[in-house]
């Protein structure tokens, strides 16, 4: 190889680099096949329905003093201790918000999926009491908004959070959650092996598709839900600072072309990602109330869980090279 | 390191010689899309990081793959639709990965350039040598996928070295995507001297720019993408002017922002004196039809 441009201020990389060992057909990894949306068997919803409607609800704790360890999630303390600022509007989702976003669920005919922070229920039994009364379907999410599951974390230490998490929200809801969802989506290169070990059926932190596929593990495969990331409560008003009635809006044009889609190519599902936090504030709670107004208005939606979603989708991947696909 | 990167010299907006484009067209459109292909764990460029996250980055990479597993045919059959043939910005490993998409865009004769072979993998730190071998390789590719070199290139990730632009036109290749200095062609220098052009791309208009980087709203995009329009296609009276929306099947074919991008496709191509094109086809009919006129008054140095 020739000589380094004399002027590049870039240290430089060798051959390696033009090195490309993972190039072949398919993906670059061996968690699931490559395969495209419009090339699967079309699904049919209970009852012929057509777009099916998560509503899923995150119920976050975020540690005054987190360890930032492996890594720092999104919407914890970003302030000189004690942020107070942070940790109280946040905790403000679990004292209020909540409460409101259930009342609105209620008055929409809505049946919410609950993403719970396993530490949330040891804290406030009264509102673990509520949502075990509710019977709502509920997803493990780890123990805290401090306890990312991403690469540098140790695998003995995961497998037992992650058995601590679903073990105390066992105990709170007398049920054993069937789905997770990792804070902030991250995981580690063991987390969807020992979340199936643990006895999790499906996880929703791959956003790469609009509909389950299969999700290998050592232990097993996985059913991959997609909950979407791309408007998100937190995402659209916090992170891109778009305002309530723009993410109310892509809701509902999320919801047209995906019934609109689902007309012609079989089910779909529209994921409403909600955090009590973000949406719970009074002056964003009439933007909730219109969306699910609107996308409950339309024919052909069927309001499920995610767990329930799983199920039927799974009903329906009776052919082995469908359901590998 | 330079103070300027040399390719083009000043030349003012005004009195430039006029531009027509086939059948009398005002301005030429084309739809860039970028099919890319981001790698779950590719080696480290000392320069700058693939991803923001410990691998495996789930976020940003599962997002990507959203792009080639659904969002693809959502914006081809917007293609379709309204009679647009994209021309791709391709991670010429998806040829590899993902052969039905080249398959179905060759079909529809869509135009194939260059974009690198991985989306993660970084012009920086390569010698000269590196970078000229990454970058025949991927024209190599595309030859193989849809028989034909490609003609233009967008380095991959943006990301550049000085002589980038001079490697690509040694190659053979004929435009670049890579400046965003004007709203026509213009003329570029390259040290073999050849005829070279850049094609307007657009950052501005570019969704992932607009979603990620500027945060912008679905349907404000869609309005931005029709005020452009209205303004190029107002100057094109004048003399003739490029508008590229270049896009990214995993942002713009997201359930809630493709309306906002159809409504835009519907107003463009619902105007009668739109040249509805490739960058190819705008680089080779600028290289034909303007490109001598417009060197000769760039280099007359005329008053503004």
Redesign the interface.
């Given at each position: 190889m020739s000589t380094q441009s004399v002027t590049s201020p870039h240290p430089p990389v060798d051959d390696g680099y033009l090195d490309y060992p993972a190039r072949r057909y398919g993906m670059d990894h061996d968690r699931y096949a490559w395969s495209m949306l419009t090339d699967r068997k079309p699904v049919v919803w209970p009852d012929g329905k057509k777009l099916a409607v998560w509503v899923n609800l995150s119920l976050e704790h975020f540690p005054l003093n987190p360890s930032g360890k492996p890594v720092k999630l999104p919407g914890g303390m970003s302030m000189p201790y004690p942020d107070l600022r942070h940790y109280t509007l946040r905790d403000y989702g679990n004292r209020v918000g909540v409460y409101r976003l259930l009342e609105a669920f209620d008055k929409a005919g809505v049946r919410p999926t609950l993403a719970i922070n396993a530490l949330l229920v040891e804290r406030y039994p009264q509102l673990a009491g509520l949502i075990r009364e509710r019977s709502n379907d509920v997803i493990a999410h780890s123990w805290s908004m401090d306890t990312a599951h991403a690469g540098g974390l140790d695998e003995v230490a995961e497998a037992e959070l992650i058995k601590r998490s679903i073990d105390t929200l066992t105990k709170a809801f007398g049920k054993t959650p069937s789905g997770w969802l990792s804070p902030g989506k991250l995981e580690s290169p063991n987390t969807p092996d020992l979340i199936k070990a643990a006895g999790i059926e499906y996880f929703c932190d791959w956003v790469n598709d609009d509909m389950p596929y299969v999700f290998q593990t050592k232990h097993g495969d996985l059913t991959a839900m997609p909950l979407s990331t791309e408007f998100e409560d937190r995402f659209v008003v916090v992170d891109n600072f778009q305002s309530e009635q723009s993410w109310a809006e892509q809701v509902m044009d999320a919801c047209d072309l995906l019934l609109a889609e689902a007309n012609e190519q079989g089910g779909r599902i529209l994921s409403i990602p909600l955090h009590a936090w973000v949406m719970g504030q009074p002056h964003r709670i009439k933007h909730v109330e219109a969306a699910l107004a609107y996308v409950m208005s339309k024919p052909g939606v069927w309001n499920a869980s995610a767990g329930e979603i799983c199920a039927a989708w799974r009903g329906q991947q009776t052919d082995d090279a469908n359901i590998n696909a | 390191?330079?103070d300027d990167p040399g390719y083009y010299d000043y030349w003012p907006y005004s009195n430039r010689p006029k531009i027509t484009w086939p059948n009398g067209a005002k301005l030429a459109f084309w739809v860039a899309p970028n099919i890319e292909?981001y790698?779950?764990?590719p080696?480290k460029?000392?320069?700058r990081a693939a991803w923001p996250?410990?691998?495996?980055a789930?976020?940003g990479?599962?997002?990507?793959?959203?792009g080639?597993?659904?969002g693809?045919?959502?914006q081809m059959k917007l293609l379709d639709k309204y009679a647009i043939r994209g021309s791709i910005s391709l991670s010429t490993?998806l040829c590899?990965?993902?052969?039905?998409?080249i398959e179905m865009c060759r079909e529809r004769d869509w135009e194939f350039f260059t974009h690198g072979?991985?989306n993660t993998?970084y012009t920086?730190?390569?010698?000269?040598?590196?970078e000229r071998?990454?970058i025949l390789?991927s024209m190599e590719t595309i030859e193989r996928a849809v028989g034909k070199l490609p003609a233009g290139y967008l380095a991959p990730a943006l990301s550049h070295?000085?002589?980038t632009i001079d490697l690509f036109a040694e190659l053979g290749g004929t435009y670049t995507c890579d400046l965003f200095h004007d709203d026509q062609p213009t003329p570029v220098h390259v040290r073999s001297g050849r005829r070279f052009v850049s094609v307007p791309y657009s950052l501005e208009l570019n969704d992932t720019i607009v979603y990620v980087v500027n945060?912008i709203?679905?349907?404000r995009y869609g309005r931005m993408i029709k005020d452009s329009f209205d303004r190029l296609y107002a100057e094109g009276s004048t003399s003739g002017t490029v508008m590229c929306i270049p896009t990214h099947n995993y942002q713009v074919s997201?359930?809630?922002?493709?309306?906002?991008f159809e409504e835009a496709l519907e107003y463009i191509t619902g105007h009668p004196d739109v040249w509805v094109t490739t960058g190819r086809e705008i680089a080779d009919y600028y290289l034909a039809h303007h490109y001598d006129a417009a060197l000769a008054d760039i280099k007359s140095g005329r008053k503004a």
């Open positions: - | 390191m330079k292909f790698e779950l764990n080696p460029n000392p320069s996250h410990p691998y495996p789930v976020p990479y599962s997002i990507r793959d959203y080639n597993r659904v693809h045919m959502r490993a590899t990965h993902h052969p039905e998409i072979i991985y993998r920086y730190g390569m010698t000269e040598a590196q071998a990454m390789e070295s000085e002589v945060k709203e679905p349907r997201c359930p809630h922002r493709l309306s906002a």
